[in-house]
């Protein structure tokens, strides 16, 4: 299928996609902060620059958008114009997520992943759901864990 816009204007548009500072990240934020835990910001020396980094839990968590990082869910469609690039794109998103939860658990940190489909178009209750089950790994639970939808 052949782009309905031009390339100039698909530019501008892939330009303007965030990858700090999206709606999911800043909802998780608020919520954690207003929680009473305090956080880092995309700490560069750890692997992956995680999103949010509690040293004093030693947790790391990321927010993840379920196009650019392959989530299987309803969120993520393959594109269906230059399918190759975006194969080879996201899976390679994908690898460097694998690799860097392996480099940050073998370090001694614990991983949460909130995906993009665990917020996104759900009620204030699911939402506030979701972000319980957040609060309660950073103080009870080892390891990693996984949020979706």
């Not at 031009?6 to 303007?16: A, C, K, N, P």
């Not at 658990?105 to 506030?128: M, N, S, T």
């Amino acid at each position: 299928m052949i782009d309905v816009v031009d390339s100039q204007t698909r530019s501008r548009m892939m330009s303007g996609i965030k990858g700090v500072d999206t709606k999911p990240e800043m909802l998780v934020r608020r919520a954690l902060h207003a929680r009473g835990f305090r956080y880092r910001l995309h700490v560069k020396k750890l692997p992956g620059k995680p999103d949010l980094v509690l040293p004093k839990y030693k947790v790391a968590i990321f927010v993840n958008g379920c196009f650019w990082h392959r989530h299987a869910c309803r969120l993520f469609k393959w594109p269906s114009t230059r399918s190759e690039f975006w194969k080879g794109k996201l899976n390679r998103n994908a690898e460097r997520d694998k690799d860097n939860i392996r480099e940050l658990l073998h370090i001694g940190w614990r991983i949460l992943v909130i995906w993009e489909c665990a917020l996104k178009g759900r009620d204030e209750e699911l939402q506030d759901e979701v972000l319980e089950k957040a609060e309660n790994f950073i103080i009870h639970s080892a390891g990693y864990e996984e949020l979706s939808g």
